[in-house]
């Protein structure tokens, strides 16, 4: 009895420990800059937007499709330095495979890098090529911002 008993609590201790599954659908790693990364299934949004107002959740829910737009775009935040970012994707996503998305919580900290995201994908949508809403952001952003992440050139 006292066996049984034992396994069952060593049972219930892993499960917590493994969060009751095995598919670790939710890992989070606690950068030294203060940014939280959050691997999640891929169109799954991390759980740290939770807590998050619904505008912002409705942001990184659509940049996350948005990857050959953003990497276009450079962020004036001064994430480049802070951050190791070269773009305006990496302040939402670090990387992103079919299977999984490894989330940024950058994003949710920094009004510029939501109002970059969220221009550019207007622009896009309201039929502008990269390379114009590119030129849009350099020239709104080239005064009294952050240096911009080191963001290469759209192609023609």
Same mark, same amino acid.
């Given at each position: 009895m006292?066996?049984r %008993?034992?396994?069952?609590?060593?049972?219930?201790?892993?499960?917590v420990?493994?969060? *009751?599954?095995?598919?670790? =659908?939710?890992?989070?790693?606690?950068?030294?800059n203060g940014?939280?990364?959050?691997?999640?299934?891929?169109?799954?949004l991390?759980? %740290?937007?939770?807590?998050?107002?619904?505008?912002?959740?409705?942001?990184? =829910?659509?940049?996350?499709?948005? +990857? @050959?737009?953003?990497?276009?775009?450079? *962020?004036? /935040? $001064? *994430?480049g330095?802070t951050?190791?970012?070269?773009?305006?994707?990496? /302040? %939402?996503?670090?990387?992103?495979?079919?299977?999984?998305?490894?989330?940024? @919580?950058?994003?949710?900290? *920094? $009004?510029? /890098?939501?109002?970059?995201a969220?221009?550019?994908?207007?622009?896009?949508?309201?039929?502008?090529?990269?390379? @114009?809403?590119?030129?849009?952001?350099? +020239?709104?952003?080239?005064?009294?911002?952050g240096?911009?992440?080191?963001t290469p050139?759209?192609?023609?």
């Amino acid at each position: 009895m006292k066996f049984r %008993f034992l396994a069952i609590v060593g049972i219930l201790i892993v499960s917590v420990m493994t969060g *009751c599954n095995n598919n670790e =659908s939710h890992i989070q790693e606690h950068l030294s800059n203060g940014d939280i990364r959050e691997t999640t299934a891929s169109n799954e949004l991390p759980t %740290f937007l939770e807590d998050k107002h619904d505008t912002v959740q409705a942001i990184y =829910s659509k940049v996350e499709s948005e +990857e @050959d737009l953003l990497q276009h775009i450079p *962020c004036y /935040c $001064g *994430c480049g330095d802070t951050a190791g970012h070269m773009n305006n994707y990496d /302040c %939402f996503v670090h990387d992103k495979t079919a299977e999984r998305t490894t989330w940024d @919580d950058h994003g949710t900290k *920094c $009004g510029v /890098c939501l109002d970059i995201a969220v221009k550019a994908i207007e622009m896009k949508e309201n039929g502008k090529s990269v390379k @114009d809403i590119r030129a849009f952001i350099d +020239e709104t952003y080239k005064v009294g911002y952050g240096k911009p992440t080191p963001t290469p050139l759209p192609e023609a």
